[in-house]
């Protein structure tokens, strides 16, 4: 199914999500307070960098000891082998927070000097209440502090565009109008004289607010939120394309490249607060270290600055990893075991069930991996710069009978290694995919891996070692290797997996030559090859085991030297059942976030065998129905579980009931999706939408299969919604009767005869393609398109587009990847629907 985020049973309902190192704290507030992790945070936000009364510190240790100082820590000078500052970890700790300022001098300097330290300790990430500070950053502010600090670079890098574009300016406006609209909100739900929630400071975990009736209305702030946070993307792609046009020196890809770093150097909140620091006290920081000792009082984190008469150049923005309060309290053992969990989620979130089997097989190395990317020597001090730079070379050769599931765990595998890296580690990092099918004479795949001499040639060789980094890229990033459908072992076999292994072998070692049984590799061959790069993760899938001599063939290059064979069976039986009650507690847990407690749901339906996709389309569709009868139900609290049964009846015509605090549908099935048995719809959109085709189309027409796609396509269930026809003007109707609807775009008569569907590897990068031209209304956006298919071949051109896995060109990765969420296809089909299509289809009319 769709490898992108979970759907959502509505935009609005969706808030928090885990992002970083988020994890909740057992100090949650009650369903009506203001969160006070969201108060501080956005306090923190709205605080000034504290510098000294000289002003800035530019690259001098000194005077930023002087500010640390100043603020209540304890510091002290390390000379060799390098001058830096050491702040002592026992003094960052928070006294009193309930402070204001008076109207005397000295109170104002002392509730500077308050403030200007919870500022400190949360950038250090030492806040007594970080977790929550940072949950509260991910989950409803950081889009909008993202989206104020693009309008401010806009302003920097395209002047003339500004001056030049009414519309750009407006847009510029309105957007920082969004990116205020938190605090503007607060401003008027809370006295001007508040200044700060209160920590508790006699021990106990209950946090209060400086005016102890502050309240406000939980439901009311995550749809304000949710709504705010959902419509950053496409305020985004609307700045983009207005700047271009106002300026045609403005490159589209500069200024991706410019929110993309945004959305790093500010993916927490200790990070935004890190970026004010450096910025207001013009200072640049190499790395910071945290050294542990088994004496409290000598732990530390240590600050290097960039020295100009030893450094040999200017280091890239500094920026700390998600997981600094996890690294300073644990250590990168906890941060490792926690990116293992984060990967696991997110496999699932992607559509595949690991069992515990499989995650047993995976987790060991895994561990290893993750664990030499962040500490390179577990003896010394953790370093807690955001990078991820592996050492442990990950490898694995998955086999086992076709349909086990091999494909479908590759296919997840690099988006959920992606993201926990990024959560964790390195939210820059990339991990970009390339894959090879060996199953093919060797004639062939010894072209195909041919080594030539520059690297602009279509050699796989040379598009794995560009894939690792590419001109847009500031560090270099990770390659996930799919080498799909190993042969057997078979002698006189073309292909065989002998023969197979030794010419891969070879070719990554930098060697052209034949493998010869004993051989030393040139001296200068490492030079040419890629063996001892770590950052290469190489994945075999085959229906037939590794065979000693081809382990051993494969294990005399690094990359290889840990290759771990892993039998892989298909989900059925109770590992079906669990996995079926598993990703429908995911989804229902991601609607609604702020539960805390994990939801109870029975699942007493028919699982099937074989192919999950079907399956993890049901659940996607039972978890919308569970989602919406919970919110009718008002049963989702801070401090409740959503309690939910689901059964399908055996009998003729088999109705599945789904209850949910006291709220109960009946469902029928349809052309694989279930529709409730009494019509309703769950989106006002949907409404206009049929009322505005029945007008066109006839009153006499039912259109309330179509009316049931259309509400999984707005609540993003389906992913994308694909409606069928072989009646022209019937599809264009329905394509519009979308595309009027509130915050949806239109891209009306495209022929796949005639026009791109995306870009080929030697495009240039500006040929008008139809992934393009989705993808510049922003991620995630609603956007209705008519295809129309003339013959065959126009089906066969639209199949990737339509499927409900992400769209990805020769050079992109998951994040630049075009994922269906938010995607509605209009498809007219002259003559007759192909199979393929028809597995593709949403609803056929």
Known sequence: MEAAELPTASKKARILKN??????????????????????????????????????????????????????????????????????????????????????????????????????????????YQNDIEKWYAASIKNMHYLGNFCSKIRVLCPDAVSQSIELKSALEKCESVSRSITVTMEKEINSDYIYPKVATNGSNKMSNTKSDVKWSKESLIQTLSVLADSVPEHVAELVQLAIQADPRIRKEQLDREYERIEYQHSTCANALMQRFLDENDCTIKDVYFKRSHLPKYERITVYFYD????????????????????????????????????????????????????????????KFFLSGIAHDLTTSLKLNARFTPEYALSFYIHGQAGAGKSAFVRSFSPALNEAIGQHADPEILVRFVKQNLNKPRKDIELELDLRPNNNDLSVMSIIQGRRMTMSQSKPGLVVIDLEEMPSNTSGSDPNQLETTQLISQRFSGRKSAFKEEDIAPRNSAKRGISGDASLITLFTSNYELEKPCAEALQRLDMFVNIKCIHMTAVSGSDRVDFSRAYVNEIVQNFFSEVKQVSEITLNIPVGEGDIRPLVRRLRMISFYICTLATAAKTVTMASSIVASVTQDDEPPGLTTISVGGETMELHGSFDNLFPVIPKLFDNRVGRAVDGLSRIWGDSTNFSELA??????????????????????????????????????????????????????????????????????????YVAIELKCKDGDGQYCIREIIEDSPSMTAFSSSKSALYKSGLFFGVYVDGEITPELRSRASLIL
């Open 19 to 128: 992002n970083g190192d988020t994890e909740t704290s057992e100090t949650c507030e009650s369903s009506v307070d203001l969160p006070t992790g969201f108060l501080r945070c956005l306090a923190l936000l709205q605080t000034a960098a504290p510098t000294t009364r000289a002003g800035k510190v530019s690259d001098d240790f000194n005077r930023t000891r002087t500010i640390f100082e100043a603020h209540g820590f304890r510091t002290s000078v390390i000379h060799s082998p390098r001058s830096a500052l050491s702040i002592y970890k026992d003094s960052c700790h928070l006294v009193d927070l309930d402070k204001t300022p008076a109207s005397n001098g000295t109170k104002q300097e002392e509730y500077a000097s308050t403030s200007g330290k919870e500022f400190l300790v949360t950038m250090l990430g030492m806040h007594p």
């Open 308 to 367: 100009p008469g030893i450094d040999f150049a200017r280091p890239p923005r500094f920026t700390f990893l998600p997981a600094l309060r996890r690294g300073i309290d644990d250590g990168p053992e906890a941060i490792a075991e926690a990116m293992i969990e984060s990967f696991w989620r997110n496999v699932l979130r992607h559509g595949y069930f690991a069992t515990t089997e499989v995650r047993n097989d995976f987790t060991d190395d895994l561990r």
């Open 708 to 781: 049931q796609i259309m509400d999984f396509y707005f609540a993003k269930i389906l992913a994308p919604a694909v409606v069928v026809s072989q009646n022209e003007m019937l599809i264009r109707y329905i394509v519009t009767s979308v595309a009027v609807q509130e915050n949806v775009h239109h891209i009306p008569g495209v022929d796949p005869a005639e026009y791109k569907m995306m870009r080929s590897l030697y495009d240039p990068t500006n040929t008008p393609n139809l992934r393009d031209d989705i993808l510049k209304f922003g991620r995630g956006a």
